[in-house]
């Protein structure tokens, strides 16, 4: 009997793509909850990570590996990277078949090149998971919609999330395990992930041996930098001369993209929008951890240091926006990107649909920047060129301050604490 299953966003797009694909792939960062979704879309469990049946896959694996395919459907292979011949198995299986829904995967790296012989194209969707939005925690009322908003309707609702909650959030994480712990326990979640990907996942991805101190000092040198567009060469000078580790420049890429393999970061684009500006465009990508807890655990940073600190709290807010923003703009299939020009006037989030709908969002934590925001915001639809890309289904100041409501002038101002896709 399964447990009581707390609904994830992506759950409409798993049952989706299994009408239409005969296998899917959720792909994610260790712990965001991959496994515990897919059991509950599942009806036959192989555990590749199970070390009491490795002989038993060993040898599958090694003689006939479309053994691995027997069972009721779905079926569902957990971690499949361990044995990534089950890749194409399932590939030659729909393709005989031509059924849907019989397969999924979960993955938290992606298996080095050459390990399957196929691309899965047009038999295998591809869905991203990330740790738990405010909504999926049920921090959020959700008492406001991107729904509602993208429609231009009026909206209101009431944060029941105080700053120190917020702060609190930011350094526990979207982490499903970490929810149900009442004591400040609930911060270790954070801080063991991150010793588990130092001194274990990087090495497994790809069997390459990387230096634990050297991983530790990319990741801080990472977290100094949130929610800004550091260049590597940023990157590179506080890993030598904050945190007193020679890394080399081929040296640091490297540590960079299996972070990425790993989803524990990921690149934040600049946007593509069309504009009148003759500024140029800052193109550099944002890279951020897929959740902020992971930010403070490798800097060792406590709520209470946040609540001390409100510069660095901004920018940590900010990472938990975007990685709320990333999770709600996936169930319109679409993207989160940002603006930057050569003047520095930025704008921290654009959200955009499938159906080419989009809208601004400046991020701030407090109420008392919001005016300041809005006039930032009200520019820089001055400066999008609206023949070519539409108006703006909305303009919004994104905070963590108590209420959401419309604007006279039309921003919406909406608590983090309120939203929901």
């Known amino acids: ?62 003689t006939k590996p479309s053994l691995f395919l027997k069972g009721e459907k779905p079926l569902l292979f957990d971690e499949w990277q361990m044995y990534p011949v089950v890749w194409d198995s399932i590939r030659t299986d729909v393709d005989h078949t031509r059924l849907k829904g019989q397969y999924i995967l979960t993955g938290s790296a992606k298996p080095k090149e050459g390990e399957t012989m196929h691309t899965g194209t047009g038999r295998f ?23 509602d908003i993208l429609n231009g309707k009026d909206i209101e609702g009431v944060s029941k999330l105080t700053l120190e909650d917020i702060a609190s959030i930011i350094v526990r994480g979207g982490w499903p395990a970490s929810l149900d712990i009442k004591s400040d326990a609930k911060y270790k979640i954070a801080k063991q992930y991150v010793s ?54 081929p040296t640091l890429t490297d540590y960079i993209n299996t972070l990425e393999k790993l989803f524990v970061i990921e690149n934040i684009k600049a946007t593509n929008l069309n504009f009148r500006s003759k500024y140029a465009i800052r193109t550099k990508a944002k890279k951020e951890f897929v959740d902020p807890s992971i930010a403070t655990a490798i800097l060792e940073i406590s709520p209470s240091d946040l609540i001390k600190d409100l510069n660095t709290f901004g920018f940590l807010f900010e990472a938990l926006c975007i990685r709320d923003l990333l999770v709600y703009t996936q169930s319109y299939g679409g993207d989160i990107t940002f603006y930057r020009d050569e003047t520095n006037f930025e704008v921290d989030a654009i959200f955009r649909t499938s159906s080419g709908k989009w809208g601004a969002i400046e991020i701030k934590l407090g109420a008392g920047y919001i005016d300041e925001a809005v006039k930032n915001l009200l520019k820089f639809k001055e400066k999008v060129d609206t023949n070519k890309v539409g108006e703006p289904a909305f303009l919004m100041v994104l905070t963590g301050s108590t209420y959401s409501y419309r604007r006279k002038d039309g921003v919406y101002v909406v608590s983090i604490g309120t939203l929901k896709n």
Request: hydrophobic share 35%; with cysteine.
């Open 1 to 62: 009997m399964k447990n009581e299953y707390l609904p994830r966003i992506v759950d409409l797009e798993i049952n989706e793509s299994m009408e239409v694909m005969g296998a899917i792939l959720i792909e994610g960062c260790k712990w965001c909850g991959k496994s515990t979704t897919a059991i509950h879309h599942a009806k036959t469990i192989v555990e590749f990570q199970n070390p009491d049946k490795k002989e038993e896959y060993d040898n599958i694996r090694d």
């Open 125 to 147: 969707a591809r869905i991203l998971m990330r740790p738990m939005s405010l909504y999926e925690s049920k921090e959020s009322t959700g008492e406001v919609s991107f729904e």
């Open 196 to 249: 588990s990907l130092i001194h274990e996942e990087v090495k497994n991805v790809d069997g390459v041996e990387r230096n634990p101190e050297k991983m530790k000092s990319v990741l801080r040198a990472l977290a100094r930098n949130i929610s800004t567009p550091a260049s590597d060469k940023t990157l590179e000078d506080d890993v030598k001369n904050v945190f007193n580790e020679e890394i080399s420049r």
